[in-house]
């Protein structure tokens, strides 16, 4: 079974930065979708920013400009490089592909990332 471990978070202030890392396990990393999400306190998961298997990138209105998705595909990792952090950036961080076509993978523990103001 795919597993998702999550890494990285932290307590920052903001105009920081810090660097999630993401391992999945098994073989489907390579020729997968993946992405970043977060939840809020209180509020709805939404998504960061995509990466396709080819390295095309999208990300959310939030993100642009301050956040960097990539991959290694020989460690299976998935990277979030996030730069001038702001206090609305503070979420539990989760790695996990599109819900579709195929569904999401079995969520992992997340990473915590607080940003004081």
């Known amino acids: 079974q795919v597993q998702l471990v999550e890494s990285g978070g932290g307590l920052v202030q903001a105009g920081g930065s810090l660097r999630l890392s993401c391992v999945v396990s098994?073989?489907?990393?390579?020729?997968?979708?993946m992405a970043w999400y977060r939840q809020p306190p209180g509020k709805q998961r939404e998504l960061v920013a995509l990466?396709?298997?080819?390295?095309?990138?999208t990300y959310a209105d939030s993100a642009k400009g301050r956040f960097t998705i990539s991959r290694d595909n020989a460690k299976n990792t998935l990277y979030l490089q996030m730069n001038s952090l702001k206090a609305e950036d503070t979420a539990v961080y989760h790695c996990?592909?599109?819900?579709?076509?195929?569904?999401?993978?079995?969520w992992g523990q997340g990473t915590q990332v607080t940003v004081s103001s």
């Open positions: 098994g073989r489907i990393f390579s020729v997968t979708t």
């Open positions: 996990n592909r599109p819900q579709l076509p195929f569904g999401f993978l079995p």
């Open positions: 990466i396709n298997s080819s390295g095309t990138t």
